[in-house]
């Protein structure tokens, strides 16, 4: 069976991230299921979660085409965890390179048959002690066609001449 949309899209956004961001990211995965109980280890420099977010659906209800595929917007949000601002000759891993490196791994980039990537927004989510919790949005649109009908229920014209 194959994968839902959104994981498909998650699952190549993690495989991206891997291949291009810096190795100093020494964890980039889907977010855990439980995120309360990741413990950011003293020995990470940096990590990098990733998450399907939310979808939204474009189409003028009045078009027959629209109600059987319309246009998707997915939303997925990566989150960035870094012990530093700035890079410093340590070899921490900076938030402002971080997320020019994500955004340059995503941007214009294609998953799963849907369009490019698109950043949608970045801001920094939380800082605690010294950890610094920056939020990526990006989005790409996919058509959400409709199932196909199975018999199970009498087509459209069907009904109206059994009300007749």
Known sequence: MTAPL?????????????????????RIEAFPDDPSQYDFPDRDA??????????????QAGAPVQAYAPMRTLTFAISLLVRSMRRSDLGAVGAH?????????????????????????DQLEEQKGSVWRWGFRFSCKAPAVAAPD???????????????
Do not use: H, W
């Not at 940096?46 to 189409?59: E, I, L």
């Not at 390179?97 to 927004?121: E, K």
């Not at 199975?150 to 007749?164: H, I, K, V």
């Open 46 to 59: 940096a990590a990098c979660f990733v998450r399907y977010d939310s979808s939204s659906y474009a189409g």
């Open 6 to 26: 959104t994981q498909q899209i998650e699952d190549a956004i993690v495989v991206r991230l891997k291949d291009r961001l810096p190795r100093a990211i020494t």
């Open 97 to 121: 390179d971080a997320l020019d490196d994500i955004r340059l791994a995503l941007q214009g980039q294609s998953f799963a048959g849907a369009t490019a990537m698109v950043p949608i927004s």
């Open 150 to 164: 199975t018999g199970d229920r009498p087509a459209m014209m069907n009904r109206f001449s059994e009300a007749s």
